[in-house]
């Protein structure tokens, strides 16, 4: 059976992608150091090792496993904490990462590198959406510089060491088990609100745009990055995929959406715009349908629903135990 290496499998998008990967069948290891991943998003059939990606220990399980592919989605992922510590950003997201790309190159050159970027933060505010892969790089924080930084390093490794890596660039991904933090966090925070019957908070007119994309969607364009054959290795953008729906989404509609599929009758409030947030965000997918054939098929609908109905449950759950 193939192998692949989840880091972050104890997170939002990581325990997806887990799910994905043993529903075909594979071995799965997770690494996680549960800073903010859940043990409760463990999946059962997948191997859990509890280390840091900066420990030696990470590199070294992967010398040992040797592992067909390695996802690599741990990382500190909370833009405004990269703003108040871009040190400790820099040294998850950028030398946990060197760990693991260091350890492929001397012990496991086959294994194909999957990077989790973003779609978001990467080509910064100065832009006209849809924003194609090849779009000027401008990182606005710390936590993107240090994506973007990476994808320069996952370049470099294919390139000059011949790896075989690959970034995707994910929009606002949204879904169940998603916590109230991060680039998305808007649809578990409005959630958690309606849940408590209390105003949806919108930060300015609610006009801003941004291209939330479910999470299973997410998984598996991951999976289609991780399984199928990938154009040539070549300059930052070469393997770099946006993945997301290619439809700016006001968080205006969004919170009416959510509300009707809700069942809720929870008014919005509106709050002074915060600073240095982008007026509009939203990424053109055109190229992963094209290179890899995946395109988003959970409308943002359904997904606010299956988000809202695991929210409830939790919910529900929690207040029982
Ligand atoms: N959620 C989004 O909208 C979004 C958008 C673009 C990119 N991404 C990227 O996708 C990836 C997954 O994000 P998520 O939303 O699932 O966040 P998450 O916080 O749920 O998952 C990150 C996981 O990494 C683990 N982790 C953090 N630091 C670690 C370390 N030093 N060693 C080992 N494990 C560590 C955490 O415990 C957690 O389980 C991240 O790389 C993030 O930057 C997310």
């Known amino acids: 059976m193939p192998t692949a290496v989840v880091t972050g499998g104890a997170g939002f998008i990581g325990s997806h992608l887990v799910e994905r990967f043993l529903r075909e069948g594979w071995t799965v290891h997770i690494i996680d150091n549960l800073v903010t991943g859940k043990r409760d998003n463990l999946a059962s059939g997948a191997t859990f090792h509890e280390l840091d990606i900066r420990d030696a220990k990470s590199a070294e399980l992967i010398a040992s496993l040797k592992p067909d592919v390695l996802a690599h989605l741990a990382a500190q992922m909370d833009v405004r904490r990269s703003v108040e510590d871009p040190v400790y950003d820099a040294s998850v997201n950028i030398l946990g990462t060197l760990n693991l790309l260091e350890s492929v190159r001397k012990h496991s050159p086959k294994t194909r590198v999957v990077f989790a970027s973003t779609g978001g933060a990467l080509y910064g505010d100065n832009t006209t959406p849809p924003n194609s892969e090849e779009t000027k790089k401008d990182p606005e924080s710390p936590y993107a510089i240090s994506k973007l930084s990476v994808e320069y390093y996952m370049a470099y490794y294919g390139r000059v060491h011949g790896l075989d890596t690959v970034a995707t660039r994910f929009g606002n991904v949204y879904g169940p088990r998603q916590d109230p933090h991060g ?18 908070t919108i930060f300015g007119d609610g006009l801003q745009t941004r291209d939330y994309v479910y999470v299973g969607d997410v998984a598996e364009a991951i999976w289609f990055a991780a399984t199928k054959t990938l154009p040539a290795i070549g300059l930052l953008d070469a ?3 946006n993945v997301g729906t290619g439809i700016g989404t006001s968080v205006n509609d969004l919170a009416k959406i959510l509300i009707e599929e809700a069942g809720s009758s929870v008014p919005i409030d509106y709050a002074p715009k915060r600073p240095g947030e982008a007026q509009d965000s939203f990424v053109d997918v055109s190229k992963i349908e094209r290179a890899l054939g995946w395109r988003p098929r959970v409308t943002l609908r359904e997904g606010l629903a299956n988000s809202f109905r695991w929210a409830a449950e939790k919910n529900a759950a929690e207040s029982v135990a």
């Open 183 to 200: 680039e998305a966090g808007v649809v578990a925070i409005f959630c958690g609100r309606i849940l408590q019957g209390r105003p949806l």
């Open 239 to 241: 393997r770099g995929f």
